[in-house]
């Protein structure tokens, strides 16, 4: 009952933060017009995009401050404040005033909400899958990290819900797209209860009773694991790559190819649910297959792939689009269920948190955070199927680092 209790608060908390933080992404072309006071509709999107990934620029740094929390302090304080910061910054969105109302700093102040968003979300995913992991003590970490990372999926999934009953019920309210917003900051207050009863993992525990804890986490991850902050840092990076092209991006690429408002959101649900769906699934074999091993498979899969699927979105027989969709999100479930065992078993207890949560959050600030963004530029400039070839150079280069520095380890 007391492992039942840890793992369903860390994971509505976390549905919690990564709605928040996605809800975002489902308004980003309102956003743009409301805040960005240019007439090309296209020139709006991509700077409300920037202004998404603003908000995971910040990510690395706030890996450096919760995992300095996380593993001076505690486990919980670092989820529990950053639940609390992400809270604020929702409501913050909810109510600032348009470019219309205040001018230029109307994007200037987004700008760094998102800043400090980022900031917030940078001490969750990662943290809240270390928390689970020590409270469980490696009990099944396939199946437990793949429940972790679908969590946040179902925070974008229901972002996705809300903004498909916003516009379709309040489609002719231009400040509609707020409710979402104002909705996030209230369940942020039910999520911050949650947590609020929960206990320090035992792992912790035993290291600071060890005296294991040192001064400054991330300096010494630096100086003796760096080998591992690169390649968690491209774990990440591909991983995250192809979860927000499902949960940030999918809606504006189908937009892009002349499906309604309500069509690109149905097919963005579907990917969504059928990454959900999978996510637990292939955790288990994972499990089974052992979860390194399994990565592997999954990215030479990817790289395969990848680029049929986005051919596939571009029919238009929907039947066809559909099995893309499904293929992409088997694709995304089986290469994301494993990562975050993965990032975890790379570091010591006592530098664990400083060590996943900023390498981690670097690689989604740099590939994942921009993926919107550069999709919509690639897209833009070349063809449909440009994104998937960042994608398959994401897996290729993550598969050479890890390569590169596992050969040198054995070598010295």
Known sequence: MKKRKVVGSTVLGNIVEYYDFGI?????HVIGAQFFPVENQYTQTLYSWLIFALGFMTRPMGGII?????DKVGRKSALTISIIGMAICTLSIALLPGYAQIGIAAPLILAFIRLCQGICIGGEGAGSA????????????????SIVMASNMVGTLL???????ITHFFDNEPQAWRYGFLLGAAMGVIGLYMRYNLEETPVFQEAKKDQKSN???????ICRKWKDLIVVAFLGGVTSSMAYTIRGNMKHFFAHLGYAENETLYLTTFALLNFIIMLPI???????AGYKKFFYTTCYCTI??????FYMF???????????????AALTAAICAPAYPYAISSFAPELRYSGVAFSWNLGIAIFGGTMPGISTFLVERFNDQAPSYYIAFLALSFMLVKYLFAKKSNTE
């Open 24 to 28: 975002y992404a489902m308004f980003a």
């Open 66 to 70: 919760f995992g300095y929390i996380g």
């Open 130 to 145: 270390i928390f689970i992991l020590e409270h469980l003590r490696g009990y099944k970490p396939g199946l437990i990290g």
């Open 159 to 165: 972002a996705v819900f809300i903004s498909i009953l």
């Open 215 to 221: 001064k400054l986490p991330l300096v010494q991850v």
């Open 282 to 288: 292939f955790g288990i074999i994972a499990d089974k």
């Open 304 to 309: 395969l792939l990848v680029t049929p699927t």
């Open 314 to 328: 571009a029919n238009l027989d929907v039947a066809i689009v559909l099995l893309g969709l499904f293929i992409f």
